[in-house]
Structure formats: structure tokens, C-alpha cells
């Protein structure tokens, strides 16, 4: 009989405990919710501040197109001005030879094929990028090949890829115009 009222009683005292921990759990979940809801309208907020930015950077975008067209205009309307050419300019070469009888300077008076002006070509010419990469693949593709040496297999093949590099750059060179032709 002792063992079913010490059973009625934990299970009363169980019972008890459980409801409040649902009521607890309810709190929980009440503030998390309204913890979520916060989290989400600083988010809007956010959204709002990010729209404001937005919106001053086209309307800033706008002003700066109507000051460029407006520099435009302007720029136009001196560029309309006639100008005067007070001092023009004679420019001599050498010019190079086909034959080695021929090894004079001339004048050099725009009736020659390769102009009067001499145009510099700026940047990295092609044979240069074509010995680079030849050489860097070379020397790839010979360490893999060379299983024993792979040390040797990369300076060969870096040679031989660089070699094949310059002469494949050099023909897009002359093709170009960067280097006279034999």
C-alpha cells in the first residue's frame, strides 16, 4: 500500500513539473518569435537604408552625365574653331637597303611605302609573350615527361619551348608590322 500512495505522489509531482516546463517553453517561444520579428525589421531597415543609397548614387550618376554631355557641347564648339598650322615638320630616316650598293640617307618625303611617321608600338611585343609561355610550357611539359631526371627534362624542354615560342611570336611581329620583314 506504501508503494502505491510513494507512486500517486511522484506521479502527481511528475505531472507538475511537466506544466511548467510547457509554460516555460511557451515563454521561450514567444520571445523567440518576438526576437524574429526584430531581427526582421532591421533587415527592412537595412533594406531601406541600402534603397536611400541606391537612390542618391543614380541621382549622382545623373547630375555627373548632364556636367560630361555639357562638357561635350563645349568641347565641341572650340573643336569647330578653325586652326591655323603656323610650322610644319620635315622628318628624315635612314632607310634600309635592299641591296648593299644602296647605303645612303634620304629625305624622306611621304612617296616611300613605309610612311613618314614612325609609330612606337608600346607594350610587350609578341615573340617577347611567345618566348615566355614557351618557355614556361616547355619546361612543364618536359619535367612531366622525364620521369628520371625531371630537373634536366624542365631545362630542355624550357629551351626547346622557348625557342618555338620566340619564332612563332616573332612571325606575328613582322606579320603586324612591329618588325621589318627579311
Given at each position: 500500500?506504501?508503494?502505491?500512495v510513494l507512486t500517486g505522489l511522484?506521479?502527481?509531482?511528475?505531472?507538475?513539473?511537466?506544466?511548467?516546463?510547457?509554460?516555460?517553453?511557451?515563454?521561450?517561444?514567444?520571445?523567440?518569435?518576438?526576437?524574429?520579428?526584430?531581427?526582421?525589421?532591421?533587415?527592412?531597415?537595412?533594406?531601406?537604408?541600402?534603397?536611400?543609397?541606391?537612390?542618391?548614387y543614380e541621382a549622382q550618376k545623373?547630375?555627373?552625365?548632364?556636367?560630361?554631355?555639357?562638357?561635350?557641347?563645349?568641347?565641341?564648339?572650340?573643336?569647330?574653331?578653325?586652326?591655323?598650322?603656323?610650322?610644319?615638320?620635315?622628318?628624315?630616316?635612314?632607310?634600309?637597303?635592299?641591296?648593299?650598293?644602296?647605303?645612303?640617307?634620304?629625305?624622306?618625303?611621304?612617296?616611300?611605302?613605309?610612311?613618314?611617321?614612325?609609330?612606337?608600338?608600346?607594350?610587350?611585343?609578341?615573340?617577347?609573350?611567345?618566348?615566355?609561355?614557351?618557355?614556361?610550357?616547355?619546361?612543364?611539359?618536359?619535367?612531366?615527361?622525364?620521369?628520371?631526371?625531371?630537373?634536366?627534362?624542365?631545362?630542355?624542354?624550357?629551351?626547346?619551348?622557348?625557342?618555338?615560342?620566340?619564332t612563332i611570336g616573332r612571325a606575328?611581329?613582322?606579320?603586324?608590322?612591329?618588325?621589318?620583314?627579311?
Amino acid at each position: 500500500m506504501k508503494n502505491i500512495v510513494l507512486t500517486g505522489l511522484l506521479s502527481v509531482f511528475l505531472l507538475t513539473a511537466c506544466k511548467k516546463d510547457d509554460q516555460v517553453a511557451e515563454k521561450s517561444l514567444e520571445q523567440q518569435k518576438i526576437e524574429f520579428q526584430v531581427k526582421q525589421l532591421d533587415i527592412e531597415k537595412q533594406k531601406l537604408a541600402i534603397e536611400k543609397e541606391k537612390m542618391a548614387y543614380e541621382a549622382q550618376k545623373k547630375a555627373d552625365s548632364i556636367v560630361e554631355v555639357q562638357k561635350a557641347k563645349t568641347a565641341t564648339v572650340n573643336n569647330s574653331r578653325p586652326q591655323v598650322i603656323r610650322e610644319t615638320k620635315t622628318i628624315y630616316r635612314d632607310r634600309e637597303s635592299s641591296s648593299s650598293s644602296n647605303n645612303g640617307t634620304y629625305a624622306d618625303n611621304g612617296n616611300s611605302s613605309t610612311g613618314t611617321t614612325a609609330t612606337k608600338k608600346k607594350g610587350m611585343s609578341k615573340a617577347a609573350k611567345g618566348t615566355i609561355i614557351g618557355t614556361v610550357g616547355g619546361a612543364a611539359a618536359g619535367a612531366i615527361i622525364a620521369k628520371k631526371n625531371r630537373g634536366l627534362g624542365a631545362v630542355i624542354g624550357g629551351v626547346v619551348g622557348g625557342a618555338t615560342g620566340y619564332t612563332i611570336g616573332r612571325a606575328g611581329d613582322r606579320k603586324d608590322g612591329r618588325v621589318q620583314p627579311k
